[in-house]
């Protein structure tokens, strides 16, 4: 069986096409939200585990149901989900490769690249007040709390589940700065965002075309707006595919063996 780590929107293609391929599939997911929507993508043919998983935890699985190779989709930013498979499948000896999405093309001036989400606040801090958060809500804390931003104004992009928007609440923001929208977003409906808002700073990471980016660029830069943009973490994965058919080569030439 392949175990897929599926908690993006690629992730979820890439389990569909191993599906139609005749593959069995497993697939790992952070949330009910995304094992819903895996699910719905996917039907019944799929074994998902809506949990996350560490290190341990993930070997244990992986031995529980026979997984004979891993396919990495995890979110770009995920350093964690990426350390504890490959470490998992080492120890397992099981075929391990990334799947690495595309990143965007930072052609804009207005750009200041950082590496950490305190970075991330420090250098917004001295851009604008009025900041627009597009990287989600497992670290919305780290911009909260940040000793930068404590006379900011911070709007927050994040997807519409209660959990979600209970734990935006929790740290303080109120309905008037909580966007809770799914995505993809157009330019057009992020230059109506980031207008409405009255953002003066946007705030993303490098997901890529398909983790909506090059829209989010573009809006800011018709806009004129300032961009602070969290470089990707970097990893030494043992093997990647930066498309599709790489990687449903790397898994035939696996299961020829």
């Known amino acids: ?117 305190e970075e991330a606040a ?29 006379a900011a104004e911070l709007t927050a992009r994040v997807l519409p589940t209660a959990d979600v928007i209970a734990a935006c609440e929790q740290l303080g923001l109120d309905a008037g700065h909580i966007v809770a929208l799914q995505g993809p977003f157009s330019k057009d409906l992020n230059k109506e965002l980031f207008c409405k808002y009255g953002a003066q700073v946007i705030i993303t990471k490098n997901s890529g075309t398909i983790g909506g980016t090059d829209t989010k660029l573009a809006a800011a830069k018709e806009l004129g707006l300032p961009i602070v943009l969290i470089d990707r973490p970097q990893l030494d994965y043992p093997c990647i595919g930066h498309n599709y058919d790489e990687i449903l080569a790397f898994v035939q030439s696996g299961s020829d063996k």
């Open 122 to 150: 420090k250098a917004a801090a001295a851009l604008g007040k009025n900041i627009f958060l597009t990287t989600g809500s497992r670290n919305l804390d780290k911009f909260v709390h940040s000793p930068y931003l404590q």
């Open 1 to 117: 069986m392949i175990f897929v780590v599926a908690g993006t929107q690629d992730g979820r293609e890439l389990v569909k096409i191993l599906l139609e391929k005749g593959y069995d599939v497993a697939a790992s997911v952070v949330s009910r939200y995304g094992g819903e929507l895996l699910a719905h993508a996917c039907g019944q043919k799929c074994l998902i585990n809506d949990r996350p998983l560490d290190q341990q935890e993930l070997q244990a699985y992986m031995q529980e149901h026979a997984i004979n190779m891993l396919v990495d989709a995890s979110h770009p930013y995920a350093a964690n989900v990426s350390a504890n498979a490959i470490s998992a499948c080492q120890k397992l000896s099981v075929p391990y490769i990334r799947y690495e999405r595309d990143l965007t093309k930072l052609d804009y001036a207005k750009i200041t690249v950082v590496h950490s989400y």
